[in-house]
């Protein structure tokens, strides 16, 4: 396919989701952009929140880890699922309870002004570093496959890709993505269905003769159990996933904004229940595609893209489908794909660091009424070029597969939060909370260096994404050392 094709698919798809946010956006007010009126089917909501949960780098980066690490991401996607469980029957019920629209606020209800700070900084450094894994994961492809053959630099192709979500969630906010994030889920998952079913084809295989051939069988290892110490073992996997779910999911600003759109309680349980058993087959069939690519990749003699003189395993997926002779559709579904995928998690996150930091810390719902709409628009803008700086950086930083990177920095940037809402939940005690920053930054300090230095000092063992609940634990335990003890 052709960077000019590519450029068409893009502009025709933008516009689309352009007349999605003049028809979702025309009570352009506050209550709309941050609640969505609180009038969102819950269906549309599970639907949609498939492709925020899964995004570019499920998209690419998951299929592209295969080659190194097999099918043990399904370990941390059970974790998922009782994570899931657990946003369900603790988490939602208390931000319904409490009626908030930031999350973050009911650290201030039950803490302090501190904790309601430091918990939602916390948010906006873990969005912000995970919106711009995502996007710049994108917008590497882009740049790879398009811009470079026009000799556009990476930085445009950045700017270019944060000004389109810009213009289409300026107005309707959330009330937007709700709609926009369905239509990006199904470009998603019939890329997924289709682009499989041609590799199967060219294979000379069908799906269930592919799942029992020696080919799939070198790929699909699923439990790691022989050695504890390694940072893939599945005790650790699982239940790293189930920390990494309640706290990327249930504890971001970013995917309970969503769930609070719905209607009441009930609904938005029913939310995050339909959506745990789906991504456990959705990521499975990413694993599954991983396969059919390596294994296509070696049939073909198809080499893994280079960058910077380094192999790109991300890249494998977009090489193959772009310009492995699979034919026109599935390169233009394989476009849509990725761009429903980058889309459908980065406009959310806009959406959700704009909402946490006009009500976290410009105290906007206390402003007059005159104003507010206008500090949200500013902080919109201020929040895309925060993210376009971000990912810019990233070029010269990152060297890891993409997904690795982004689960590892979460371990660190969620531990406070975690630790946080644990504490709050689950005691009774009132705490000093002007020592609460003092505390997170200790635990993050504390766990990067057993994490640094857990090989000598645990007799070879590795941390994996336990790492989070690790972080978790230290600020908890900081915090019981601030309690009042005269209560």
Known sequence: MTPTNIAIIIGLYFIVLYLISVFTGKEN????????????????????????????????????????????????????????????????????????????????????????????????????????????????????????????????????????????????????????????TLFMLIALVFIGYILLQKLDTSFLAFLDSTEYNNYSKVFFTENFNDKNHWIKSIIGGAFIAISMTGLDQDMMQKNLTCKNTKEAKWNVLSLAPSLIVINFLFLVLGALLFTYAQKENISIPMVDGKSKTDLL?????????????????????????????????????????????????????????????????????????????????????VISNLLKVASFTY???????????FTQHKIKDKWVLFIAVIAIIFTYFINEYSTELLYGYQFGYELLVLNGTFTYLGLYMIRNKHE
């Open 317 to 401: 997926f977009p090489e193959i489908a772009l310009n492995g002779n699979l034919g026109l559709t599935a390169a233009t579904l394989f476009v849509l794909g990725l761009i429903a995928a980058a889309y459908s998690s980065a406009d959310s996150a806009l959406t959700s660091l704009t909402t946490s930091f006009c009500i976290d810390f410009l105290n906007i719902e206390k402003k007059e009424n005159s104003s507010q709409e206008k500090i949200r628009k500013q902080t919109h803008i201020v929040m895309s070029l925060v993210l376009i700086i971000t990912i810019i950086s990233f070029k010269y930083l990152l060297t890891d597969n």
């Open 415 to 425: 531990g406070p939060l975690l630790g946080l809402f644990t504490f709050g939940i």
């Open 29 to 184: 007010n506050n209550e709309t952009f941050f609640k969505a009126n609180k009038k969102a089917p819950w269906y549309v909501v599970a639907f949609g929140m498939i492709g925020a949960s899964l995004s570019g780098v499920t998209f690419i980066s998951v299929p592209g880890w295969v080659g190194s690490s097999q099918f043990s991401y399904m370990q941390v996607v059970f974790g998922y699922f009782l994570g899931y469980v657990v946003i369900a029957y603790v988490l939602i019920p208390l931000y319904y309870k409490h009626n908030i629209t930031s999350i973050y606020s009911y650290l201030e209800q039950r803490f302090g002004k501190n904790s309601h700070k430091v918990g939602a900084t916390s948010f906006l450094i873990s969005r912000i570093l995970g919106a711009s894994f995502r996007l710049f994961l994108v917008a590497s492809v882009f740049q790879y496959f398009m811009f470079d053959a026009w000799g556009i630099p990476f930085e445009f192709t950045v700017i270019f890709s944060v000004l389109l979500i810009w213009i289409y969630t300026s107005k309707g906010g959330i009330k937007t993505i709700i709609w926009t994030d369905t239509l990006q």
